[in-house]
């Protein structure tokens, strides 16, 4: 080898011995303060999620029902449930602390109602909770009261305001479905329902109203029909309100006692590490 590659050889090796000596002297408290002094910051994955939520808008978790109820007179258009359900509506509004809003349409039909709603699930269970009470308005119209669905973590809002309106209809028998047809009916009146907020959502103002008045002719499309939500109504393969209650929020009271898995004794032991 030439003496360039020996000089060469030798100044590395004397800087890898320097370095072993450096490290030796340094403790290990420094070492991982050199570390973390360097150590990139990463982004978890509620970070990323959340992030994700924020570009595409979603700043709360929106949840939508779909309910129905029948009157107690049969010839009732649904004025005094109008009144009662709009009411609800404003008063849990405004008793929300975070000022989160309700969103949807209320129809009187004749023997009937239909109504959908959006917001947050504290407003949204809120309303549904109050409805229920003996105090509420509500329970003198109204003979029955059922959910048609529920969903707890919608991709948006499909209505851009809460409005209600008296639909006049001929008076018309309830046609019960049968258990395969009510699977099928009530996500089709869902989704018709929310197309017609999204082009509810398309207009403002006077135009809105005027859309809202004329929804019959300009969208009878997306109106289900009477003799159906009569139908569902009457149908038991369809939960009422008070057993969607019992059922999710008082499966204690639904079973007549606690589930098999909650109960255990004696006590697991602790674990020990």
């Not at 109008?82 to 039909?109: M, N």
């Not at 119209?141 to 809002?157: K, T, V």
């Not at 989704?191 to 005027?210: D, P, T, W, Y």
Request: aromatic share 6%; glycine share 8%.
């Amino acid at each position: 080898p030439s003496l360039l590659q020996i000089r060469m050889g030798d100044v590395s090796t004397v800087k890898s011995v320097e370095a072993e000596k450096s490290v030796e002297g340094v403790d290990a408290a420094t070492i991982g303060e050199t570390l973390e002094a360097v150590d990139i910051p990463r982004q978890s994955l509620l970070d990323v999620v959340m992030s994700r939520a924020r570009d595409l808008q979603l700043l709360e978790k929106i949840q939508r029902v779909v309910i129905a109820g029948k009157f107690k007179k049969s010839g009732d258009n649904g004025e005094g449930t109008r009144e009662a359900v709009d009411e609800t509506v404003r008063q849990v509004q405004s008793q929300d602390e975070d000022e989160g809003e309700i969103t949807g349409i209320f129809f009187g039909l004749p023997g009937c109602f239909l109504c959908i709603l959006e917001g947050p699930q504290r407003l949204v269970i809120g309303t549904l909770r109050a409805l229920q009470e003996p105090g509420n308005k509500a329970q003198g119209q109204l003979s029955s009261l059922h959910l048609f669905s529920s969903i707890q973590d919608a991709p948006g809002r499909s209505f851009p305001c809460y409005a209600s309106r008296i639909l006049q209809f001929p008076k018309i028998e309830a046609q019960v479905p049968d258990k395969e047809t009510v699977v099928t009916l009530i996500p089709d009146i869902s989704i018709n329902l929310q197309r017609f907020g999204m082009e509810l959502g398309k207009v403002s103002g006077a135009e809105r109203e005027h859309l809202l008045d004329a929804v019959k002719v300009k969208h009878g499309e997306h109106l289900p029909r009477v003799e159906d939500v009569m139908g569902l109504c009457s149908s038991p393969d369809v939960m009422s309100l008070e057993e969607f209650f019992d059922l999710y929020y008082s499966p204690n009271r639904c079973l007549g006692g606690p589930l098999d898995s909650e109960v255990s004794w004696p006590l697991p032991p602790s674990l020990t590490y």
